[in-house]
């Protein structure tokens, strides 16, 4: 801020203007300061004698005013987030429901009840549903062509709508894993599962794809591998993986909402089902 005063005086008046049109100071701390200076008590003192008119002309430079403030940046939109597609294999019809192959439909179940998402449509030869986990899209896919013939379903999903392969995981059963154990893996081979090998084939033997293994064990003495998958739970078998579902369930929220380390940290640390 700027000012400009003038004090004019006669021997009867004392006025203190500002540019502005105020008064700066008062009349009495004018007179004031004025005697408390003994060099400024003798000039008035010698003015006053001579009867002329005085005038005191100053200049006062204040600097009060803010610096200039730039103009406030609009805020950058945030990216949307890109969808996740989360895929189980198993088998369509009644036959398999239930079954040890079937573990990877059953966790596709879990995720669109606890989310609210409905998995009534049928598109690229699979039962197909989008919905939300958080604020973030998911497309969940359980493909009807039968387990070996996954891919088929999986390669056109992720084709159609250019989903990176960092954003799918796909939940399979896992033969090499101890029963109701879940291993979270950003990577890896189709290990003999011809679900998987069938994706790999569809992405043009791509592997950079994150997987959901749920261990049904070994099979019991020389039972064949193949019945054995095609096996139904018992009722104790049935209780410890449903507690391990929802374990599957919080891991999925994890690696969609917070990423791969903090949900592999969390799978890792799950414990099983105390029977």
């Not at 005038?55 to 600097?63: A, D, L, R």
């Not at 192959?101 to 989310?115: K, R, S």
Request: glycine letters at 10%; proline letters at 7%; charged letters at 20%.
């Amino acid at each position: 801020m700027k000012l400009a005063c003038g004090i004019s005086s006669t021997a009867s008046s004392l006025t203190v203007l500002c540019r502005r049109g105020r008064p700066l100071l008062s009349f009495s701390s004018v007179v004031k300061t004025l005697n408390s200076s003994s060099y400024w008590r003798g000039w008035m003192s010698n003015t006053a004698a001579t009867g002329s008119l005085y005038q005191i002309s100053c200049s006062m430079i204040t600097s009060t005013s803010p610096p200039a403030l730039s103009a406030p940046q609009p805020e950058k939109p945030k990216p949307k987030p890109q969808p996740w597609l989360i895929v189980g294999l198993g088998n369509p019809g009644k036959r398999y429901a239930g079954t040890r192959h079937n573990v990877g439909f059953e966790m596709i179940d879990t995720i669109a009840d606890a989310e609210g998402i409905s998995m009534a449509s049928v598109s690229f030869k699979a039962q197909f549903g989008k919905g939300f986990i958080g604020d973030n899209p998911v497309m969940l896919a359980k493909p009807q062509t039968f387990m070996n013939a996954s891919g088929e379903s999986v390669g056109a999903i992720v084709s159609y709508y250019k989903i990176p392969l960092k954003q799918v995981l796909v939940v399979f059963d896992d033969l090499d894993l101890p029963f109701a154990k879940l291993r979270l893996l950003p990577k890896g081979g189709h290990g003999g599962h011809n679900g998987m090998r069938s994706i790999m084939n569809h992405l043009k033997g791509n592997r950079d794809f994150l997987r959901l293994r749920i261990g049904i064990g070994r099979p019991p003495g020389k039972m064949d591998p193949a019945s054995f998958v095609l096996r139904a739970f018992n009722r104790q078998e049935r209780e410890e993986l449903d507690f391990t579902l929802q374990n599957g369930l919080e891991a999925v929220r994890i690696l969609v909402l917070e990423g791969f380390d903090k949900s592999a940290t969390f799978v890792n640390s799950a414990k099983p089902l105390t029977v």
